[in-house]
T-cell receptor
Framework: GDSVTQMEGPVTLSEEAFLTINCTYTATGYPSLFWYVQYPGEGLQLLLKATKADDKGSNKGFEATYRKETTSFHLEKGSVQVSDSAVYFCALLIQGAQKLVFGQGTRLTINP | NAGVTQTPKFQVLKTGQSMTLQCAQDMNHEYMSWYRQDPGMGLRLIHYSVGAGITDQGEVPNGYNVSRSTTEDFPLRLLSAAPSQTSVYFC????????????FGPGTRLTVL
């Protein structure tokens, strides 16, 4: 079946550090890939997305590239801020399906 | 637009009680879903709907009922609450199409004693 695996957290970094959160997927069809972010006490918000192989999604300094050959969609940011502290979810949606499939989430804490 | 709204924000129930979690969206989205979020488990799909009058089960449907009489509303019913249903519940909606963003409500934190 379709599934998403994220690197286990929690991840703790210092401000201005480089961030990578790994995400790999297994899919029976051709998925679209998403990163969602959940700030404390809130619901999930879309951070970025990519709809086909080699697409790069970007938003708020975050980037992720859809790598079909490695079935990955790793999230990166060059210089994190305290305000980036949140839980990050990788997700996929198979074309024609109704349901998003989520990874288990990675909690990120940025210290000043 | 209010987006996706959920009520209540917090709820405490005793085992065996029933209640309905309300969800509404004003974006005319066809697809709506209910998830529960538990520590270390990510989001798990409870039930979903692809339009008014059409619902289907997700990964963890037991103990929950849904109905979709209008495009806007998608209530989640707990008929006889159990401690295992203590969780944070999120409602979400999106428009039809593979690339469309899913919008989430702010969540309902439910505790069953």
């Amino acid at each position: 079946g379709d599934s998403v695996t994220q690197m286990e957290g929690p991840v703790t970094l210092s401000e201005e550090a480089f961030l990578t959160i790994n995400c790999t997927y297994t899919a029976t069809g051709y998925p679209s890939l998403f990163w969602y972010v959940q700030y404390p006490g809130e619901g999930l918000q879309l951070l970025l997305k990519a709809t086909k192989a080699d697409d790069k999604g970007s938003n708020k300094g975050f980037e992720a590239t859809y790598r079909k050959e490695t079935t990955s969609f790793h999230l990166e940011k060059g210089s994190v801020q305290v305000s980036d502290s949140a839980v990050y979810f990788c997700a996929l949606l198979i074309q024609g399906a109704q349901k998003l499939v989520f990874g288990q989430g990675t909690r990120l804490t940025i210290n000043p | 637009n209010a987006g996706v709204t959920q009520t209540p924000k917090f709820q405490v129930l005793k085992t065996g009680q029933s209640m309905t979690l309300q969800c509404a969206q004003d974006m005319n989205h066809e697809y709506m879903s209910w998830y529960r979020q538990d520590p270390g488990m990510g989001l798990r799909l409870i039930h979903y709907s692809v339009g008014a009058g059409i619902t289907d089960q997700g990964e963890v449907p037991n103990g929950y009922n849904v109905s979709r009489s209008t495009t806007e509303d998608f209530p989640l019913r707990l008929l006889s609450a159990a401690p295992s249903q203590t969780s944070v519940y999120f409602c979400a909606s999106r428009d039809r199409g593979a690339y469309n963003e899913q919008f989430f409500g702010p969540g309902t934190r439910l505790t069953v004693l």
